[in-house]
């Protein structure tokens, strides 16, 4: 069975421009959660979606956004980049409890 | 409050028993989860235990739960040098399905 995954690897963008980054969960999964981790600050909570519907959303700004497609799919959008936005972004997804994470997106704004 | 902490760091000797432990704060926790990263990658989930039970056994690994202390802890038996890795605790409560993580324990086995 496929676990989840993430596109792209790696993405370069500069200060003030819009990234977007992918994620596919596991067949069957309904969930979709994305994390971020910086340098420093640990695992932080973003965004959780469920059947296409934003649940949850932790603390980051406006410019964090993103949705859940019909398949379960999700993107993540970020929106006039700063450099603290540098970053791991790991994708999980989960059908109860328990989520599954992809290899991550590392972002690097310059 | 949100806290989950962890030790920063372990060093141990292959074939030995590595225990790391975790505390959090939270006592509406349903689940308390193990994950491992690896350099360059995602987490990979090693186990999980229910927030009303004490203990449980995964092959090479145990987790206990001190409910009253709020304390978990992973033991790996015989660590081997491919345990070398990142270990996170997280915890999970009824609303907003979010993990709340420690800041992880680096584990570096030496031959």
């Known amino acids: 069975e496929a676990g989840v995954t993430q596109s792209p690897t790696h993405l370069i963008k500069t200060r003030g421009q819009q990234a977007t980054l992918r994620c596919s969960p596991i067949?069957?999964?309904?969930?979709v959660y994305w994390y971020q981790q910086a340098l420093g600050l640990g695992l932080q909570f973003l965004l959780w979606?469920?059947?296409?519907?934003?649940?949850n959303r932790g603390n980051f700004p406006p410019r964090f956004s993103g949705r859940q497609f019909p398949n379960y799919s999700s993107e993540l959008n970020v929106n006039a980049l700063e450099l603290e936005d540098s970053a791991l972004y790991l994708c999980?997804?989960?059908?109860?409890?328990?989520?599954?994470f992809g290899p991550g997106t590392r972002l690097t704004v310059l | 409050g949100e806290d989950v902490e962890q030790s920063l760091f372990l060093s141990v000797r292959e074939g030995d028993s590595s225990v790391i432990n975790c505390t959090y704060t939270?006592?509406?926790?349903?689940?308390l989860y193990w994950y491992k990263q690896e350099p360059g990658a995602g987490l990979q989930l090693l186990t999980y235990?229910?927030?009303?039970?004490d203990m449980k056994q995964d092959q090479r690994l145990t987790v206990l739960l001190n409910k009253k202390d709020k304390h978990l802890s992973l033991r790996i038996a015989d660590t081997q040098t491919g345990d070398s890795a990142i270990y996170f605790c997280?915890?999970?409560?009824?609303?907003?399905?979010?993990?709340?993580f420690g800041g992880g324990t680096r584990v570096l086995v030496k031959p």
């Open positions: 999980a997804s989960s059908l109860g409890d328990t989520q599954y």
């Open positions: 067949s069957g999964h309904t969930s």
């Open positions: 979606y469920d059947e296409g519907e934003e649940r």
């Open positions: 939270d006592s509406s926790s349903t689940y």
């Open positions: 235990i229910f927030s009303n039970m």
């Open positions: 997280a915890e999970s409560r009824p609303a907003g399905n979010k993990l709340t």
